[in-house]
């Protein structure tokens, strides 16, 4: 019976595209519509979601960050006041063109991020070093007109929280740049279990706008690398183009000094391809929308029902509990939840309420452990835990099997082909040579990290002297 | 001092158009932008906003649904599926024609609202009478194109929510309406303060596309009604027309039938109306970002604001406390504060730490109270609710002043003169009547109310014999 279900998914290490489609699509995360590259929501990956946002609102509110709300709709003229933003974000907006019946005399573009409309706002609200620093975020949708699509990993339309902020010094915006980075990689570390890289992206690769970009990287099971948020020292540069000054305590005018920071609905995507399997998802237990799924064992005897209820009450205290008293066969729910990625199975029928213990079975090892009563209140709440750490620690072992060191291209291209993760290569610091990297390999650089090591002398591509280590990778 | 600062906003009784204007924007609650019609919601707003949010959120999910997430964009093609519903919202959406620098070859709709959306994923997730009931809500922003706007009141883009059920039965379809009917009047009545009439839209007024619209309509101080929330019965047209059908337990195909139900942030625009004066805002604790605001006295003076701040950790356990602490004079702040409708004040100086302790001062009656600091934490929350019943009983009288009989339009249009407000009259039920109350006094009828009285025997409007109580009302 488990055989039939599983084989509806496809096998990761035969297509690992395909088997993430399935996932996405089989553990009801979402579904598709007729709206060309954007997807459904549904309520199972919603609720999970709800629960990382929380986490990373929390850390938003606690920094003494104000959440805020712009508008969907800005004007072309806005979004072309900075030069290096606009060529950055021109060829993937949305144009609103007609409101009603009417033609509109100047387009609109659908928001692809926010940063000229915070822009204006501060501009109208910052006067003196008394209305610094300014610290903002945003919860909200955004559109960018990609081709190729793929849900959660790069949709047409998707969810995020962009930080907007400004600064009286540039020491003070490079801090702020820094902290929000810690944030994210903290929440993608202690919630999502998903080990990170920090570390610079290159000029090429910053963001449209920006002095300088952080960067958190993460390695799926694939080998492919996944941008997982951004937080960019903007400089002054927005500042100028918008006028925002204030009257430092000399009574002299000074530019801000500008940050922004994003993390988005594609964390999902990370998240499902640094632990999924064949069986389908595996969710941390830390933002599970269930973490616990009761599965009564001969549920039609008598007391069998009552006493699962009994005890989804009594652990709802504890955990976030779910029970499947539907009238489906036991081999079926167990392929469902775990399809569904949930941590735990508590698994209770007859002949377990007279020994008085439950089955606990773990999703990311399989592991079946008999439980007494008595001890399922302490029990419980451990096993969560030991699943959300050892969540961690098998991603951080896979990364660092697939994190290699080349020397010259060949290596390069072998390791790629052999074994392919991370490439730990020495940089010149030579866009031309990021281009040649990429047209032969398709690999991206994806940081200069903040831990730099030597491992060679010598640019990896044109073999110059190096002194800058770069992460490379293919990536989403 | 005080009177310097309230000259800077309009006088209610003098331009009440103006005095919200005001309150808005001195209040911080939003923000102009370059973005016609649009507005910015600046932190204030957006906190208040959350914890508007998070309490109907709450009551969202106690009924059992689920929240999901439908794309930003609808093709014309799936708009126009629906005949009703097309043709009343057509004159207000705005039309994607551009994507990037390409033209597309169908247009797309900024969603309006989103009924279309979740009938193409209904469609496809219902097949049997088990998928039933299906209950979404959705948490999103919508865009109309509206020509007159006025900040939370009617923008262009508004925040809300829209709930979209699937039942099997119409009368489960009803009770549906029902409930979700009584969940906004549940918030706006416990949490926003704001006394509601529940009654049944007539066909002139109902939803495009729905069998029957309820409404809960609420009074403003300037005696105009306003709309605060809508519960749809859409029947079966939206299941034919999108062919969403189930196979119930007798094996026959049946269409399901349908709810929608809205909450937006108009919302924050009817508390300002209904509790505010020209002091500015006045914000119902249970939804107030900051409850009480501790003002120190004489902060200069050793140990005061140590005190002050003490005060701020002990009592932050039991509500959202603040403490302006900046170097403006404590006559400025109070009326800053009064400005922003924080319900309580805290004020402790020197002389009231020695004589241990606090004073204590209603936003909502100005009423000054010495409090003994070993009753603060017990007074307090007392406080804030007595100021909470407050509110929604001054609402309520309000509203009952407001309130009158008309049994001939003379009657009608003299109440409208003299004392506008609600008026209560019958109708024969003819949508001519109708047209010509709104043609000759621009009040509309704002619902046919659940509890019946007959204050005539004829239509206020033709004279013949009429069955029905309406409420009207001039509205915004």
Known sequence: MAKDFVKEITNMDEDFARWYTDVVTKADLIDYSSVRG???IRPYGYSLWENIKNELDFRIKETSHENVYMPLFIPESLLQKEKDHIEGFAPEVAWVTHGGSEELVERLCVRPTSEVLFCEHYKNIIHSYRDLPKLYNQWSNVVRWEKTTRPFLRTLE?????????????????????????????VLENVLAIPVLKGQKTEKEKFAGA????????????GKALQSATSHHLGDGFAKAFGIQFSDQTGELQYVHQTSWGFTTRVIGAMIMVHGDNRGLIIPPRVAPTQVMIVPIAQHKEGVLDFAYHLKATLSKIARVGIDASDKK???KFNEHEMKGIPLRLEVGPKDIENKQVVLVRRDTGEKTFVPMAELETKLPQMLEDIQQNLYERARE?????????????EFKGNLESNPGFIKAMWCGDKD??????GQTSATSRCIPFEQEKVSSNCVCCGKEAEKLVYWAKAY
């Open 398 to 410: 896979l990364r660092e099997q697939k994190t290699t060191v080349a020397t010259n291209m060949d």
């Open 330 to 332: 036991p081999g079926w």
């Open 211 to 222: 002095k300088f970009t952080y960067t958190v990287e993460s390695l799926m099971h694939d």
């Open 38 to 40: 954007s997807m459904i």
């Open 433 to 438: 040579c990021e281009d040649q990297i990429k």
């Open 158 to 186: 998707f969810l995020w929280q962009e930080g907007h902020t400004c600064h009286a010094t540039d020491e003070e915006a490079h801090e702020e740049t820094t902290k929000m980075l810690e944030v994210y990689a903290d």
